[in-house]
């Protein structure tokens, strides 16, 4: 069984559409068990019950913001040691400097790819 | 199947709607001084993410467009950009540019770049372009014990305790896992061919896999192959079912006995499961990550909880095979169909959600449709109790009464499903507003309140146009230019407003300027001019005013680029009609002039007259009602042989038999004594239809007739009474129209006899 196989990942993004994107690339990739969330405290509350080995979340969303999130994560205990991967519109230096201090795995530049978003999650996880 | 990217693709679209509205908000909020510091954020983050699922299809010019509106945006939101009217200006009328940008997109159509160019242009002198940093120094930390930059650092203390994980284990032991019954079981189950040839279906095995707790089930297509080579009566899709529940592996063979030895079948603790898989996945292929626990959390009851959105069930894209189809509806498959949308009513938060469930609209038109059935049916069962001599304070009658009730309070609900708050419409007449402002160059602030405001589905579409129109006249003739309203110690900003709100059972709507009121003198000399009135005539006020909706009216004086297009409030006062609606005029001179709307809840009910005509039963729409009375032997003159009128205060109107018009008998040679009905019609007129008697006033549930009739002239649908009687919905309008066209027709037919 290959990591792929095993991997579960929560998508977190508030934008319906930007789920279905992410969903529909790491299905290309082969990674099925993914679950999702529209925001970072549902997020949260599923990953209490739930957990998974990588959080892909968005960053602008409306409440929690990805990095608040991230921060919220590596907080819990049974929470801080998901890997975390931030999709960003904007790479600007203070989210990913905020990021590096947060913990964050790794980051993708929206838009992407699958074959980024896929070097992206190998980067943390390894060959999938 | 669809493709799935086209169907995300659908759903951006949609979603943008939802944003765009989203950022309407945000700007409406930011004019009316009514935002908080977050409200920037939600028309940053709206156009944000309309900019990023652009990006995403590929779609660039949007993408570019959104960019100059974003930069612009996060100007302001970071404090580099102040906000004025000006520039507020400018983002509204960036946000319609948007809006235009995402629906050409949407229906590939190409777009005026004109005016894009133009606000492209002053929006870059505003925000600027961002130049973007690129951040290549990043090193992607992979997941292993020690992670780097974390714990060393001192300022975020609550993280330190992460250097001391040992594993990425989620904190768990999958042994006790095991050990008790409770908890996940992974399920493997893969039919037979001959599980199909005998008839079973696996979709029932699923569900009742889900009775026991909950499941979440992944279809293994690898084995399907393409369509040319299916063999239709081979089994190629096996599925892997992670059940939650608290239950024993007896339990669940249980539900495969009658498919025993026709499918293969494991059954194992997920625990055991991802124990093997990791014993068998072995270190060398997974140098970073130590999986024991995949889906499991034994210290809850509940693991894997479910997700909001449905399971990645893998589809085949053959059809071949019923059961995966059966399944996996395309829509549960890879489309996040039910989401948390935007809020679209009640509050003016723009960032509260809610769920929100997309409903074909034919399901629910036959659930108003059955309750249409029950009301009646209720009815009916209340008329026989009453005929059977019950009492009414029998146990019979009170439970009777609550079902009443009962019935009534479904049929609000059903209702309210179909009806959409206003909001959507208002918003697009803030965009008229903008629009028709700038062409006749006055200065216009559009005022809305109670957007929340519900009304039926059908209504809200059929509204647009004449609202569109009345909004155009109100900044076109209603409001005075700038200087004459400097002149008359106003704001030099006109005001326009829209209001919607609920008033004895109907809704009204009224559309208001602070303009200078109608100009009765000129109106009054308009109408004689036009020979709409006579010379002579006295008339109030109202009466006046009341002119605006004749045929043929139009009081501009001069022929400006957004009105004088040929349609004239009697138009606007005919679609209104034709919903069931009546429309108002107050004018105040100096002050203003408001048209009130007012609108039915729903077109399913009616309140209707029901009368009797030579033993029919007929019912007729209140709203065209205007006056009952009893005829005498003076009122009615005679005309010609078949034309009769009917004298009513100083006016002759038209006498027309009900009876007659709908060819259940022979004109009668005299009226006296005979109940009439006076209907009004959109210009005015009057006609008065003869009954024999009126029966009740009530409300009728409306069964459409087209479907099966197509148009008869003069009915427009029918209803089933109490007494289960079917009666038709008259439309006198209609009627009447026909009728007047008959008299001519053989009015002609007997000269070219007599000629």
Known sequence: MALRDQLRIMVVDDMSTSRGLITQALDSMGIRNVVTAADGPSALKTLEKSPVHLVISDFNMPGMNGLQLLHALRSGAKTARVGFLLITGRADREIIDTGRKLGMNNFVKKPFEAAGLRSAIEAIVGRL | ?755
């Open chain 2, 1 to 755: 199947m669809a493709d799935p990217m086209e169907e995300i693709r659908a759903s951006f679209f949609i979603e943008c709607e939802e944003l765009l509205e989203a950022m309407q908000d945000g700007l409406q909020m930011l004019e009316d001084g009514a935002a908080d510091g977050e409200t920037i954020n939600v028309v940053f983050r709206a156009v944000h993410s309309i900019k990023g699922g652009a990006g995403a299809f590929g779609l660039d010019a949007l993408v570019a467009f959104a960019h100059t509106f974003e930069t612009a945006l996060d100007g302001v939101r970071s404090g580099r950009i102040d906000v004025d009217g000006d520039r507020l200006k400018l983002f509204f009328r960036c946000g319609d540019l948007l809006a235009d940008h995402v629906r050409a997109t949407r229906d590939g159509e190409t777009l005026e770049t004109a005016a894009h160019e133009q606000v492209v242009e002053a929006l870059e002198a505003l925000g600027g372009d961002l130049e973007e940093e690129e951040i290549g120094d990043f090193q992607p930390m992979a997941m292993s014990l020690d992670l780097p930059g974390l714990g060393s650092d001192g300022d975020l203390p609550d993280l330190g305790s992460l250097g001391g994980l040992p594993d990425l284990d989620f904190g768990m032991d999958f042994g006790e896992g095991g050990a008790t019954a409770s908890g996940a079981w992974l399920i493997r189950f893969a039919p037979k061919d001959e599980l199909y040839s005998t008839g079973n279906e696996p979709l029932y095995l699923l569900r009742a896999l889900a009775d026991l707790g909950e499941v979440e089930v992944t279809a293994d297509t690898d084995r399907v192959p393409d369509l040319d080579a299916l063999d239709p009566a081979a089994a190629c899709i096996s599925w892997t079912i992670l059940l939650t529940a608290d239950t024993d592996e007896a339990t669940i063979r249980e539900v495969f006995d009658f498919v025993d030895g026709l499918c293969e079948l494991s059954i194992k603790t997920a625990a055991d499961d991802a124990q093997s898989n990791a014993d068998a996945l072995g270190e060398a292929d997974l140098p970073l990550l130590d999986l024991p626990v995949a889906e499991v959390e034994p210290e809850h009851d509940a693991p894997a909880a479910p997700t909001p959105e449905p399971e990645p069930v893998a589809v085949p894209e053959s059809v071949a095979v019923p059961v995966a189809v059966a399944l996996a509806p395309p829509s549960t498959a890879t489309r996040p169909a039910l989401t948390a949308a935007p809020s679209a009513a009640s509050d003016r938060k723009p960032t509260a959600p809610h769920a929100t469930v997309r409903v074909d609209l034919e399901r629910i038109d036959r659930l108003v449709n059955l309750v249409g059935e029950l009301v009646i049916n209720q009815a009916m069962l209340s008329q026989s109790v009453r005929e059977a001599g019950v009492p009414q304070t029998s146990p019979a009658s009170s439970r009777l009464d609550e079902f009443l009730q009962l019935t009534r309070d479904i049929q609000e609900c059903v209702m309210m499903i179909r009806a959409q708050p206003v909001k959507s419409l208002f918003q697009r007449m803030g965009r008229i507003v903008r629009e028709a402002a700038a062409a006749v160059g006055k200065d216009v602030r559009l005022h809305t309140d109670g957007e929340a405001t519900e009304i039926d589905k059908t209504v809200v579409e059929l509204l647009a146009e004449p609202l569109m129109h009345m909004i155009r006249n109100a900044v076109d003739h209603g409001l005075e230019k700038t200087e004459a309203r400097i002149a008359a110690g106003k704001s030099p900003e006109g005001l326009v407003t829209l209001s919607a709100g609920h008033r004895s059972g109907r809704v009204v709507i009224e559309i208001g300027d602070d303009g200078a009121g109608i100009n009765r003198a000129r109106v009054l000399k308009k109408a004689i001019e036009k020979k709409l009135i006579p010379a002579d005539a006295q008339l109030t006020e109202s009466e006046i005013d009341n002119l605006l909706f004749m045929p043929g009216f139009s009081t501009a004086a001069e022929v400006t680029s957004i009105s004088g297009r040929g349609v004239g409030m009697d138009v606007v006062r005919t679609a209104i009609v034709s919903l069931g609606g009546r429309i108002s005029i107050t004018s105040r001179e100096g002050a203003g002039t408001t048209f009130s709307i007012s609108l039915p809840l729903t077109l399913a009910v009616l309140d209707g007259m029901v009368v009797r005509v030579e033993e029919e039963t007929l019912v007729i729409p209140l709203a065209a009602i205007v006056e009952t009375l009893t005829l005498n032997s003076t009122d009615v003159r005679t005309l010609g042989p078949e034309t009769q009128v009917v004298r009513v205060r100083d006016a002759f109107l038209p006498l027309l038999d009900l009876g007659t018009e709908l060819g259940y008998r022979t004109p009668r040679g005299d009226y006296s004594g005979a109940i009439v009905l006076l209907i009004t019609q959109e210009d005015n007129s009057r006609t008065a239809l003869v009954v024999d008697a009126i029966e009740d006033q009530r409300q009728v549930v409306i069964k459409g007739l087209h479907d099966s009739y197509g148009h008869v002239p003069g009915v427009a649908a029918a209803t089933i009474l109490g007494d289960g009687q079917i009666a038709l919905i008259l439309d006198p309008i209609d009627l009447i129209a026909n009728a007047s066209g008959r008299s001519r027709i053989s009015t002609r037919a007997e000269l070219a006899l007599a000629g």
